[in-house]
């Protein structure tokens, strides 16, 4: 089955170059184009997507309330696109519920994987951009210090939380951990679930709110493993 996109930008060059590079790969299919937030709300009720790729600075309805909107959406994922990759409001976007970003001068190529990648549930950004994108705002972020929540996690669902946070996807997971991919799926969903979060890109948050990583630390390093 096709991937269903949404394409929400109040810029139309934006909104067709990026159809046009959905839609020249096999297996995607651009279902809607929406002009601000409030117009991608009403699109993903008619065509019901499974990605939508969402730009933050829209009239009437900016892409954060929008996403925040639907993030109880079931079975629609949110990628935001920005100007900058490290643009101030990307971490709210994925607080309020995006599953990862885009720069909007990304290669074709990256824009295919991206979709692909959210829809089949991998994570979207990558090691180097989550230390990044975390260092800069994890001092603002809410402390979730001690949250008890976290004692209900298996060793195994605790190493894969960590490997999470290292911006791994499930394939390399299960190499790292000598697991059938099947197997870290499971983990994931338990854990996720345990945790009362809703993406890969809120376990990675939480993992730095709960101080399980450290900000500045390598990619899967846990608090203080660093010299």
Request: glycine share 8%; hydrophobic share 45%.
């Amino acid at each position: 089955m096709s991937i269903r996109v949404i394409v929400a930008d109040d810029q139309a060059i934006s909104r067709q170059g990026l159809r046009m590079i959905l839609e020249s790969e096999p297996g995607i299919e651009v279902v809607g184009e929406a002009v601000d937030g409030l117009d991608a709300l009403g699109q993903v009720e008619r065509r019901r997507p499974d990605v939508v790729l969402m730009d933050v600075r829209m009239p009437r309805m900016d892409g954060l309330e929008a996403t925040r909107l639907l993030r109880g959406v079931e079975g629609v994922e949110v990628i935001v696109v920005t100007t900058f990759d490290l643009d101030e409001y990307v971490f709210e976007a994925l607080r309020a519920g995006a599953v990862g970003f885009l720069v909007k001068d990304s290669p074709p190529e990256r824009i295919i994987d991206a979709v692909r990648s959210v829809a089949r549930g991998d994570a979207l950004i990558s090691p180097e951009v989550t230390r990044r994108l975390l260092d800069q705002f994890a001092s603002s972020a809410p402390s979730r210090a001690g949250d008890p929540a976290l004692a209900e996690l298996t060793p195994r669902e605790r190493d894969v939380l960590l490997a999470i946070a290292g911006g791994r996807s499930n394939a390399e997971i299960a190499t790292h951990l000598q697991l059938e991919e099947s197997t870290v799926k499971s983990h994931v969903r338990r854990m996720l679930a345990k945790l009362d979060l809703t993406s890969r890109v809120h376990a990675v948050i939480y993992a730095y709110e709960t101080g399980l990583v450290a900000p500045g630390s390598a990619p899967g390093e846990r608090a203080g493993e660093r010299e």
